[in-house]
């Protein structure tokens, strides 16, 4: 076959060599190394014929042919000389490997002459040929919407020339359009043997993974298709597809963090293709933030192990501490507070209304973490609406954390902004356990001061008005009757 083809090509008869990769490479193995090199041949020798019969018409543009054919017979003959009195059937591991570049060497006399047909898949389709016929007629069936038509035709075609990626192509389209996605897949597949360096059989085989529900596998084809479609105007929509197959994964992500499903949580972040601090788009809520809430020190453990970030924050500006002080969750907060010990920050965060982890807790009744938080805060630190520790302990009707926190010297005089008192919030929730804790250590107030406070309040000063109100209502009535003009 060597011989053959250096003789051949000395010779500059490229269409003879072209038919003579072409008897050759049918009976290869499909996507055997062997059979994609003699595929790429045959393209190649195809091109450089065309080239080489318009510059011997004179056609303008075409006169790097003739130093396309000079420098193929040059290094044929050469590697053919090297390899002279070699039989078919012993070719030693080292000759294969000049084989494959005698094969292959028309690619770099076309790369080295700027055809930029070079760095796309050229098709083994010659014009007049029972492939091409089968080809214009799977076209005309996909125009005409019989799809199953087309799928034949190209079928047919396929099975003539088995290494021509643009018939594959043309299938997976006609496959997609019928919703076979798995046939889709499989001519994927077989164009990335083909040509593993071509984004198309990437982007097919993504395209087809994402509508069989496999997202970690589609974002993975997307990815690669990406990497060898840098520059060609299907980046954009690549990047589109790849959003699209990573919002799913990131999905599932969030949802095994909800449900605690440990094992598939750590299969999504062992395969690279989920984002592990993705947020979902109503509330924010990232995988720990759920897993934290949810009670799946497990999960949490294995996010903090893939790398999550412990401070995140949803759209309110709970950080998975706070979620876990909030439900209660004991082993979730044991822990974030040791993955956490070194980041002061994440202890003394705040969401948007400047309650903390701690005031999380004391709402709870979470006393073991109230516990453990305590010594790292102040105790008479206030919230946005004047919301102290001891407020929450109250309104939450915890009687132990509230003990605990007048024993470390909360005031139970303080007021949040409406001038509420922890004694007051204790009253309106009904807590009596709570309110025959506070009340002895409560100062009471004074009727003057009472009334000062009340009117401070927007309650007292709307129960002002309507008294008001009332009073001039009835003056107008009584006023004909005492003989007196109402006032104005």
Not at 410 to 427: F, W, Y
Not at 462 to 488: C, H, K, N, R
């Amino acid at each position: 076959m060597l011989m053959i083809l250096a003789r051949l090509v000395r010779s500059e008869s490229f269409w003879a060599v072209a038919k003579q990769l072409r008897q050759h490479c049918l009976p290869l193995r499909v996507g055997s190394r062997a059979s994609i090199a003699l595929s790429r041949a045959a393209h190649c020798h195809v091109l450089v014929a065309e080239l080489h019969r318009g510059e011997r018409r004179g056609d303008s543009g075409d006169r790097r042919a003739s130093g396309a054919a000079g420098i193929a017979s040059s290094e044929a003959a050469s590697i053919a000389a090297a390899h002279r009195g070699v039989g078919r059937s012993s070719v030693p591991s080292g000759s294969r490997r000049d084989l494959f570049t005698v094969l292959e060497y028309p690619y770099r006399i076309l790369a080295r002459f700027g055809d930029s047909r070079s760095r796309v898949p050229l098709p083994l389709i010659q014009p007049g040929c029972k492939v091409a016929e089968l080809a214009a007629l799977a076209a005309s069936l996909n125009a005409q919407g019989d799809h199953f038509g087309a799928v034949e035709a190209l079928t047919k075609a396929i099975a003539l020339s088995p290494h021509d990626v643009s018939l594959l192509e043309a299938r997976s389209g006609a496959c997609a359009r019928l919703d076979k996605h798995a046939a889709c897949l499989h001519d994927g597949e077989l164009i990335v043997r083909l040509t593993p360096d071509w984004y198309r059989g990437h982007a097919i085989c993504g395209s087809a993974l994402f509508c069989l529900k496999q997202y970690t596998a589609s974002v993975l084809a997307y990815r690669r298709a990406l990497g060898f479609a840098v520059g060609s105007p299907a980046e954009r929509g690549l990047q589109s597809a790849l959003v699209d197959a990573c919002g799913r994964v990131d999905g599932a992500l969030r949802q095994c963090s909800m449900l605690g499903d440990t094992t598939q949580l750590c299969s999504l972040l062992s395969s690279g293709a989920a984002r592990i601090d993705a947020p979902d788009e109503k509330h924010g809520f990232t995988p720990l933030l759920l897993a934290a809430a949810a009670g799946h020190p497990g999960c949490v453990r294995a996010l903090l192990d893939g790398g999550a970030c412990a401070g995140a924050r949803d759209r309110y500006g709970k950080t998975a501490l706070m979620w876990a002080a909030a439900q209660r969750h004991e082993g979730v907060a044991d822990v974030l507070l040791r993955r956490c010990a070194s980041e002061a920050a994440s202890l003394v965060a705040t969401d948007s209304a400047g309650w903390d982890a701690l005031h999380a807790a004391c709402l709870s009744g979470c006393l073991p973490l109230v516990e453990r938080l305590l010594p790292l805060a102040d105790v008479g630190r206030a919230a946005v609406d004047g919301s102290t520790y001891l407020h929450a302990a109250a309104q939450g009707g915890h009687v132990a954390v509230a003990r605990l926190l007048l024993d470390r010297r909360a005031d139970p005089s303080a007021r949040q902004t409406r001038g509420k008192r922890p004694l007051d919030l204790a009253s309106a929730a009904r807590k009596s356990e709570v309110v025959a804790l506070l009340r002895p250590q409560t100062p009471e107030l004074p009727p003057s001061s009472c009334i000062a406070t009340g009117l401070a309040t927007p309650t007292g000063r709307s129960m002002a008005i309507a008294v008001g109100l009332a009073f001039v209502a009835v003056w107008w009535v009584l006023a004909p009757v005492l003989g007196e003009p109402p006032p104005t």
